[in-house]
């Protein structure tokens, strides 16, 4: 996967369902190449996963589901890193009730998603691409708080929201001792 692949896949799959999600895919990515640049990662990578972490939404309109969607997506075409972070960018914290939205997905696939994130550890590219997702909106960058209460306001707080803020929050402190300096002043 290069990077002109994977903006061509973006642009293809505007094609089949504009949406805001496409900024915001462009708005992860940029955020992603940056920090992974002072952080000593591989920048490159960084963005390309950024641009591709949403592509099941590709498939259309849908809420959590679209982390399978984009997971199936990927697999089939051979890039598995790119599969990984469609279902890991979601659950900051690791548990499949954590979304913020609903499961619209079969049971099936919630059983195939608790095993996968049983199975995983979370390597610093999982983790970079959870926290640019959770400061990145469609129209630009945002303190996570404000997408926070954004998303709470939007969906409804649930058992695990508390759980989830603190583990986004755990990722800003991470990626600001990684690049030495605050995340928040590379916007
Ligand atoms: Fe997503």
Do not use: P
Not at 2 to 26: C, Q, T, V
Not at 38 to 43: F, L, T, W
Not at 74 to 79: E, Q, R, S
Request: hydrophobic letters at 35%.
């Amino acid at each position: 996967m290069d990077r002109k692949f994977a903006e061509k896949l973006l642009l293809e799959a505007k094609s089949m369902n504009e949406g805001a999600w496409i900024e915001h895919s462009y708005y992860v990515a940029h955020l992603a190449e940056k920090i992974a640049s002072k952080a000593g990662m591989d920048s490159e990578k960084a963005y390309i996963l950024g641009i591709l972490h949403d592509i099941g939404r590709r498939n259309g309109n849908m809420q959590a589901r679209h982390a399978i969607e984009g997971f199936q997506f990927l697999t089939n075409i051979g890039f598995d890193e790119g599969a990984r972070i469609c279902l890991t960018h979601t659950f900051q914290y690791k548990d499949i009730e954590a979304i913020y939205d609903t499961w619209d997905c079969n049971d099936d696939e919630k059983h195939f998603l608790t095993e996968y994130l049983e199975n995983t550890t979370y390597n610093d590219y999982d983790k970079l691409i959870q926290l640019c997702d959770a400061l990145s909106l469609a129209n630009g960058y945002c303190y996570a708080e404000k997408k926070m209460v954004n998303s709470v306001l939007k969906f409804g707080f649930k058992d695990t929201t508390i759980s989830k803020w603190k583990a986004i929050f755990e990722l800003k402190e991470y990626f600001d001792g990684k690049i030495n300096g605050d995340v928040y002043s590379l916007f």
